[in-house]
């Protein structure tokens, strides 16, 4: 009898005795991860992986980064945990930061654990700030995994929880490569964001307490509108009918977009509530962290704030939150993403010339996605919305894996979402596996 690997244990051991998320356990064929250090992570065998997604498109600042790390030792051995109802200097702090970074008016945060979190506390403040109920979102979107959250997303994963709750509106999206609005015209005619005022119309604005929009919409596709002025719009909207505006940065926040949201993309964007994950720590320790503009602040400082938690404004998660940013700042990442940016972008469209599977390229600085299609000219999908894997999807995500490249591959796409310290050299490292990976995509266009 062959005696268990050491990788054969914890994948035992993780199966037996744990759940995974999104779907059927049996399939489940993870890999045993046991260290990482700057863009690479480790299996139980040695063998070393590019994290091409930084993860869960969270890990902003790479693997292991020893500044982030002793911060979070210094707090452990002063203070661990207190409750939320105290102040302590690191949520003191990291609320201070966050107000100097933000855009527009926000001024106060609540700090929660997840994304998920972040965007339900938001929907609770606009609801109790406007006293109005509904909340529009768009159908390619993904705000978070809670009843609210996971039905405002559009993401398919809401549809096996549903009903949710009943007052989330969709609207269409800006999906310029596929547009329902402006499909065979030269450019973007906006009538997608006409679509959201006249959803805003039929559903009656009194009842609207809030439009919520991922600042550069991240895992349904990268979607972001081709024309600035989508944006301008969709302010214009809310300053007309009283409504909030919600920007979800909980994936491109902190850099991800060249920018340190992808909001401030789009300089005439006001947001009245901003909510951040992910990047905030780096995913070193959860943190999340709803953003409220003076004018919503003032109106709770006599009116009770109905929202909580038990490990609100964690102390270890504010310290890991403030030295995150602290490496952001001294190691120039925000700018090192739009340069490498330019590199990534490069190479992707050079892999599109040469590989007839690519439809679309589309993103920002090191947020970046290929669609993969079986027919340029009828734009057809290489594998179906909300459908498992065709087996060119299947044959393209195993490459990848078996040369050492991480990265998120769903339904017809494949995600370039690298950690902000990636260098060029590293980069096209990825981008000669990718174009290997995207030979076998070819055989399966029509």
């Known amino acids: 009898m062959v005696a268990p690997t050491m990788q054969d244990e914890i994948i035992d051991l993780n199966k037996e005795y744990t759940l995974f998320p999104w779907g059927a356990q049996a399939p489940v064929n993870p890999i045993p991860v046991t260290h990482a250090e700057g ?8 063998k070393r992986y590019i994290d091409f997604n930084s993860q869960l498109m969270n890990v902003n600042i790479g693997h292991g980064n020893k500044h982030v790390i002793e911060a979070i030792k ?8 207190v409750y939320p109802g105290m102040a302590t200097d690191p949520r003191g702090k990291l609320g201070e930061k ?28 606009a609801r109790q700030y406007t006293g109005r109920q509904k909340v529009l979102a768009r159908y390619r979107s993904f705000h978070g995994q809670g009843f609210a959250a996971q039905q405002a997303g559009g993401d398919p994963r809401r549809i096996p929880n549903e009903p949710g709750v009943g007052w989330v509106v969709h609207f269409q999206d800006p999906y310029r490569y596929r547009c329902m609005f402006c499909k065979g015209l030269d450019a973007c005619n906006l009538m997608c964001a006409d679509h959201i005022e006249q959803t805003v119309i039929f559903e009656g604005p009194e009842t609207i307490a809030a439009i919520i929009l991922e600042g550069y919409s991240g895992s349904s596709g990268i979607i972001a509108p081709p024309d600035p002025a989508y944006w301008t719009k969709v302010q214009q909207i809310c300053d007309k009918y009283g409504i909030l505006l919600i920007v979800d940065e909980v994936m491109s926040g902190f850099g991800r977009t060249g920018k340190w949201f992808g909001v401030d ?25 709803t953003m409220v ?19 609100a404004a964690h102390p ?3 310290a890991a939150g403030l ?12 700018e090192n993403s739009a340069k490498m940016g330019e590199v990534l972008s490069k190479g992707l469209h050079e892999l599109a010339a040469e590989h007839p599977s690519i439809g679309e390229v589309r993103g920002t600085a090191l947020f970046h996605v290929i669609e993969l299609v079986k027919n340029r000219e009828t734009r057809a999908p290489m594998s179906e919305f909300n459908k498992p894997l065709t087996e060119a999807m299947k044959q393209v995500q195993a490459h990848l894996l078996s040369k050492g490249l991480y990265t998120f591959v769903r339904w017809n796409m494949v995600f370039a979402v690298p950690p902000l310290i990636i260098n060029e050299a590293q980069l096209q490292e990825a981008l000669s596996i990718l174009n290997d990976a995207l030979s076998l995509a070819d055989k399966f266009v029509e």
């Open 98 to 125: 966050l107000q100097q970074i933000a855009p527009g008016t926000l001024k106060k945060t609540f700090f929660s654990l997840s994304g998920t979190e972040a965007n339900e506390n938001a929907f609770k403040i």
């Open 316 to 318: 270890m998660s504010c």
């Open 265 to 289: 993309n789009y300089p005439d964007v006001r947001p009245d509530i901003m909510t951040m994950a992910k990047g905030l720590t780096s995913g070193y320790l959860p943190l999340a962290a």
């Open 323 to 334: 030295a995150t940013i602290e490496v952001y700042e001294q190691e120039g990442l925000i």
């Open 39 to 46: 863009i690479y992570f480790y299996d139980a065998n040695g």
């Open 293 to 311: 503009s003076e004018k919503i602040a003032q109106h709770f400082e006599q009116t009770p704030l109905m929202i909580g938690g038990t490990y």
């Open 74 to 81: 210094r707090q452990a051995d002063q203070l661990q945990f």
